[in-house]
């Protein structure tokens, strides 16, 4: 599993870092950039909790 961000939709109200701050890096300004984060074996669930918070859609999770 993975989460694709569309940095372009964030609007850096960092919902995703707080449910997953392992998970998301935000940038210096708060913000996500455009990428591509790989979800490590048993965080699933908290990634899918992490992109259903994203109140911009910024977040979509890519099932492998
Ligand atoms: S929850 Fe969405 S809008 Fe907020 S920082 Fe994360 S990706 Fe950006």
């Known amino acids: 599993m993975r989460i694709r961000v569309d940095g372009a939709k964030c609007q ?3 919902r995703c ?3 997953a701050p392992d998970m998301f890096e935000l940038n210096d300004e ?6 591509v984060i790989d979800v490590p074996d048993g965080d699933q669930e908290k990634a899918s909790r992490a992109v ?3 109140p ?3 977040l979509t999770l890519i099932d492998d």
């Open 17 to 19: 870092w707080a449910l």
């Open 12 to 14: 850096g109200n960092a």
């Open 52 to 54: 259903r918070a994203c």
């Open 30 to 35: 708060g913000y996500m950039e455009e990428a």
């Open 56 to 58: 911009e859609r910024a």
